[in-house]
Nanobody
Framework: QVQLVESGGGLVQAGGSLRLSCAAS????????VGWYRQAPGTQREVVAG???????NYAESVKGRFTISRDNAKNTVYLQMNSLTPEDTAVYYC???????????????WGQGTQVTVSS
């Protein structure tokens, strides 16, 4: 089994910054693509940023230039640096990872439990 644990959320004023972390543990042979998603009350979960195992990244238009996704493969950890935060960024943030538990198994998606980010105006 694989567990993803997010941390780093909290309350911040508009214009401020937060850095989210997502640490994966358990039966991990390799991690392929990783991503950050968010869900605000009454809305659907949306993708915020993604990174493949080659390091290519993609971002939602609303966060381009403000958010940066990165990963430390040695630590099985993914990060989301969030700058210039606005109240519209308020949501629960989730990380997702495509994990192969053994060399012979298929990739499986795992999700973290979510971390709350609240931006006050």
């Amino acid at each position: 089994q694989v567990q993803l644990v997010e941390s780093g959320g909290g309350l911040v004023q508009a214009g401020g910054s937060l850095r989210l972390s997502c640490a994966a543990s358990g039966n991990i042979f390799s991690i392929n693509a990783v991503g950050w998603y968010r869900q605000a009350p009454g809305t659907q979960r949306e993708v915020v940023a993604g990174m493949d195992n080659g390091g290519s990244t993609n971002y939602a238009e609303s966060v381009k230039g403000r958010f940066t996704i990165s990963r430390d493969n040695a630590k099985n950890t993914v990060y989301l640096q969030m700058n210039s935060l606005t109240p519209e960024d308020t949501a629960v943030y989730y990380c997702k990872a495509e994990v192969r538990s053994h060399w012979f198994t298929r990739l499986t998606d795992y999700w973290g439990q979510g971390t709350q980010v609240t931006v006050s105006s």
